[in-house]
């Protein structure tokens, strides 16, 4: 199997707070690991993309200084959304490939609501 | 730049009822296409991946087939259970995905 988990499921924080979410690959190695957001009934928009080891690559308009990824491990990636506004309530995704290049496997979602 | 459309948006079916999703594609430089399927307020679940015109998969009531232009995903007499949101990807040749909206399936008993 190719299984990816989350943490947390679901978090309410304050705004100005800085929030943190974990994506692990349980099952296999994940070299490049990518972080989606999505808005209700629509798709998911890329975020970022990290390799194990090295900074993350931002797509355009993405804040990188807001949206802090650490991918440490073949094993783990975080998102840490720092100085949280309303308007960052979403739902953020995480997915994990062997390769780049090969097949994404989703974690089940993050929902953030910042008051 | 790369442009996923699907369709119809939302698709009713009754139970037994086989259909078709439409995922209609331009890309630059296919690298594969993929189905997921995503329940609500969880992550996409991976289906299928098809590289080439012509390819086709399958797994139990579905079946994924690929031409130049468009995808399409057959459900074969659909159960309850198949509701779901079906999302269609393209993945170029920098290796990222880019998504269409999905179509969500609604089968009734």
């Known amino acids: 199997g190719a299984v990816v988990s989350q943490h947390p499921s679901r978090v309410i924080c304050k705004s100005g707070t800085s929030v943190k979410i974990e994506c692990r690959s349980l099952d296999f190695q994940a070299t490049t690991m990518f972080w989606y957001r999505q808005f209700p009934k629509q798709s998911l928009m890329l975020m970022a993309t990290s390799n194990e080891g090295s900074k993350a690559t931002y797509e355009q308009g993405v804040e990188k200084d807001k949206f802090l990824i650490n991918h440490a491990s073949l094993t783990l990636s975080t998102l840490t959304v720092t100085s949280a506004h309303p308007e960052d309530s979403s739902f953020y995704i995480c997915?994990?490939?062997?390769?780049?290049?090969?097949?994404?496997?989703f974690g089940p979602g993050t929902r953030l609501l910042v008051l | 730049e790369d442009q996923v459309t699907q369709s119809p948006e939302a698709l009713r079916l009754q139970e037994g009822e086989s259909s078709s999703l439409n995922c209609s594609y331009t890309v630059s430089g296919l690298r594969g296409l993929f189905w997921y399927r995503q329940d609500p307020g969880k992550g996409p679940e991976f289906l299928f991946t098809?590289?080439?015109a012509g390819e086709e998969k399958e797994k139990e009531r579905l079946k994924a087939t690929l031409t130049k232009k468009e995808s399409f995903l057959h459900i074969t007499a659909p159960k309850p259970e198949d509701s779901a949101t079906y999302l269609c990807a393209v993945q170029a040749t920098n290796s990222k995905l880019t998504f269409g909206k999905g179509i969500t399936l609604s089968v009734r008993p």
């Open positions: 997915s994990a490939s062997r390769a780049v290049q090969e097949t994404q496997y």
């Open positions: 098809l590289y080439s």
